[in-house]
């Protein structure tokens, strides 16, 4: 029994604590374009709202996405493609370079992978959760978030997620996401901060 402790011991060591996600805004079900920052992602929004909806729809079919129509911002925009998100079957298959430059510290967020990191499973959870309820209300959903969960807290952004109807068993969901940066200017005001934007 003492020598099964002392191993217990010796693999909790070596974790890491789990981070939280700190959430600063979200809108459930709906676009709230009064108080998304970045006017791509409310051009973006507003395309989807756009898309032709066959009758008795309330979300477009995934041709309607054309990414020609997004070429000033198709650094921003993520793909989610779901088989089953209640059983984790959940993956990017497409993650841009600006929130690989920004969240995922120049490397594409994985979503298996962060679903077994400790460190990064409440953003994961997060992410499954917005996906699986614009999934199963067929809406979209809009969050504010800061980078806590990947040590950096002076990173803030902000993320739409966009259902498709499903085709084949696979359910699409648009992610654009955008980030912004507070730097510290330490002249000519020390201890103020100003925005960079991603």
Same mark, same amino acid.
Request: charged share 25%; with cysteine; hydrophobic share 40%.
């Given at each position: 029994?003492?020598?099964?402790?002392?191993?217990?011991?010796?693999?909790?060591?070596?974790?890491?604590?789990?981070?939280?996600?700190?959430?600063?805004?979200?809108?459930?079900?709906?676009?709230?374009?009064?108080?998304?920052?970045?006017?791509?992602?409310?051009?973006?929004?507003?395309?989807?709202?756009?898309?032709?909806? =066959? !009758? /008795?729809?309330? &979300?477009?079919?995934?041709?309607?996405?054309? #990414?020609?129509?997004?070429?000033?911002?198709?650094?921003? *925009?993520?793909?989610?493609?779901?088989?089953?998100?209640?059983?984790?079957?959940?993956?990017?298959?497409?993650?841009?370079?600006?929130?690989?430059?920004?969240?995922?510290?120049?490397?594409?967020?994985?979503?298996?992978?962060?679903?077994?990191?400790?460190?990064?499973?409440?953003?994961?959870?997060?992410?499954?959760?917005?996906?699986?309820?614009?999934?199963?209300?067929?809406?979209?959903?809009?969050?504010?978030?800061?980078?806590?969960? =990947? !040590? /950096?807290?002076? &990173?803030?952004?902000?993320?739409?997620?966009? #259902?498709?109807?499903?085709?084949?068993?696979?359910?699409? *969901?648009?992610?654009?996401?955008?980030?912004?940066?507070?730097?510290?200017?330490?002249?000519?005001?020390?201890?103020?901060?100003?925005?960079?934007?991603?």
């Amino acid at each position: 029994m003492r020598s099964m402790r002392h191993r217990q011991l010796r693999e909790f060591q070596g974790r890491t604590p789990a981070r939280e996600v700190v959430v600063l805004d979200q809108g459930d079900d709906v676009l709230p374009f009064d108080r998304i920052r970045c006017p791509d992602l409310i051009a973006i929004g507003q395309a989807w709202l756009d898309m032709p909806r =066959n !009758e /008795g729809r309330t &979300i477009p079919e995934w041709r309607a996405f054309s #990414p020609a129509a997004f070429a000033s911002c198709l650094d921003k *925009l993520c793909v989610l493609k779901a088989r089953d998100w209640r059983a984790h079957d959940i993956e990017f298959s497409l993650y841009g370079n600006h929130p690989t430059d920004f969240l995922g510290n120049g490397r594409p967020l994985v979503m298996k992978e962060m679903r077994g990191d400790p460190m990064h499973e409440a953003n994961y959870l997060d992410i499954l959760n917005r996906a699986g309820r614009a999934i199963e209300n067929a809406m979209p959903q809009y969050v504010r978030k800061t980078l806590s969960w =990947n !040590e /950096g807290n002076y &990173i803030d952004y902000e993320t739409l997620m966009l #259902p498709f109807v499903a085709e084949d068993g696979v359910q699409r *969901l648009l992610q654009p996401v955008s980030a912004r940066a507070r730097v510290r200017v330490t002249t000519p005001s020390p201890g103020r901060w100003c925005e960079v934007r991603g």
